[in-house]
């Protein structure tokens, strides 16, 4: 079993629609990351959060430390949010644990 | 220009030779990571070090070897290479110290091998 569980795998969404994204992990960690990979393959890092939750732009993020799950909303949703997204975890050391990831399509 | 950068961006080579993924970074970091990301899988982590004197091996270091020449620059070897280390290669950084939301990793473009 994997550290760290994504789901769905695969997510097609019309635009506009509200589109959540759920991690699961079964070890204690100091952190969890939410990562977007570009259809490109360029990866960039979205969130880090150890509580609560945090909002950029259409992204919501939160964490739920006592059930060990995240989600990742995006609001209004747009083709350009299109890609992979990827939950990670820190464990108390300087690594991380990634998960398969979600690939997002959405259409116009 | 870009903050971590990796040389070549796509490599097609054959089994048995040897070949050298480069990256670098003008971020200032002392921890740099190598990783790979195969289909279906999440990324792996190859080799890690938080300074040019500190090497450590990840979880599938087996084929593979690396070298911190300098605070910037961090380079993956494969002494061998062979068809199943065909993958997506990502060096990434960070800064040393674990202050609260200082634990971002910064990823560079990736570098496309195919072993043929």
């Known amino acids: 079993k994997n550290e760290v569980e994504q789901s769905p795998q695969n997510l097609t969404a019309q635009e506009g629609e509200f589109i959540t994204i759920n991690c699961s992990y079964s070890?204690?960690?100091?952190?969890l990351h939410w990562l977007q990979q570009h259809p490109g393959g360029g990866i960039v890092s979205l969130f880090m959060?150890?509580?609560g939750k945090k909002k950029h732009g259409r992204l919501i993020a939160t964490i739920n430390i006592q059930e060990k799950h995240s989600s990742l909303h995006i609001t209004a949703s747009h083709p350009r949010d299109s890609a992979v997204y990827i939950c990670?975890?820190?464990?108390?050391?300087?690594?991380?644990?990634f998960g398969t990831g979600t690939r997002l399509q959405v259409f116009p | 220009d870009a903050d971590v950068t990796q040389t070549p961006r796509n490599r097609i080579t054959k089994t048995g030779k040897r070949i050298m993924l480069e990256c670098s970074q003008t971020?200032?970091?002392?921890?740099m990571y190598w990783y790979r990301q195969d289909p279906g899988l999440g990324l792996r982590l190859i080799y890690y070090?938080?300074?040019?004197?500190?090497?450590n091996k990840g979880e599938i270091s087996d084929g593979y070897s690396v070298s911190r020449q300098a605070q910037a620059k961090f380079s993956l070897s494969l002494e061998s290479a062979i068809p199943n280390q065909t993958a997506l290669y990502f060096c990434?950084?960070?800064?040393?110290?674990?202050?609260?939301?200082?634990?971002?990793?910064?990823f560079g473009p990736g570098t496309r091998l195919t072993v043929l």
């Open positions: 959060l150890s509580s």
């Open positions: 070090s938080f300074d040019v004197k500190d090497i």
């Open positions: 070890v204690g960690i100091s952190a």
């Open positions: 990434a950084t960070a800064p040393r110290y674990r202050r609260k939301d200082t634990d971002t990793q910064y």
């Open positions: 990670a975890v820190s464990l108390f050391t300087d690594k991380l644990i």
């Open positions: 971020k200032g970091h002392d921890r």
